[in-house]
């Protein structure tokens, strides 16, 4: 056993030495985007505007807002809950479930897929 661990690397050494030399590999080539990729910001001001209405009681106009958030960025943890939670409040007058309060669980879903960890963020309280 001592035998073969001294004789094995010293059997292996001369095939390594034998092995051609690999040329190294080129270098990636550039790569066009033919979209552009949208920024993680790009429902920002959107979702600014559907929280001003929000706090103002404009539901309608909030949901307005949060669906234009949700279209220029749909990977948006934050436009969905919000979209989500305008819905939930034009469907809360209603104590049974109706469109709005599924469209509200749609997007809070989602939301959640998106990211397991989000926390909404209304604003600093004025």
């Known amino acids: 056993m001592?035998?073969?661990t001294v004789l094995l690397p010293l059997a292996l050494a001369?095939?390594?030495a034998a092995a051609p030399a690999q040329e190294?590999?080129?270098?990636?080539m550039a790569v066009q985007a033919t979209e552009v990729p949208v920024s993680p910001s790009a429902a920002a001001p959107h979702v600014d505007a559907g929280l001003a209405a929000f706090k103002k009681r404009r539901f309608a106009a909030a949901r307005?807002?949060?669906e234009k958030a949700v279209a220029a960025d749909p990977e948006s943890a934050a436009a969905h809950f919000y979209l989500g939670?305008?819905?939930?409040?034009?469907?809360?007058?209603?104590?049974?479930?109706?469109e709005n309060k599924e469209k509200a669980?749609?997007?809070?879903a989602k939301t959640?897929?998106?990211d397991p960890?989000?926390?909404p963020v209304w604003g600093s309280g004025k």
């Not at 190294?24 to 990636?28: D, G, L, Y």
């Not at 939670?85 to 109706?98: C, D, I, T």
């Open 117 to 119: 960890t989000f926390q």
């Open 112 to 114: 959640f897929t998106l």
């Open 2 to 4: 001592l035998l073969a």
């Open 105 to 108: 669980k749609e997007e809070f």
């Open 64 to 66: 307005d807002e949060f």
């Open 24 to 28: 190294p590999a080129a270098p990636p």
């Open 85 to 98: 939670y305008a819905f939930y409040k034009l469907g809360e007058p209603s104590r049974r479930m109706n």
């Open 14 to 16: 001369p095939q390594a």
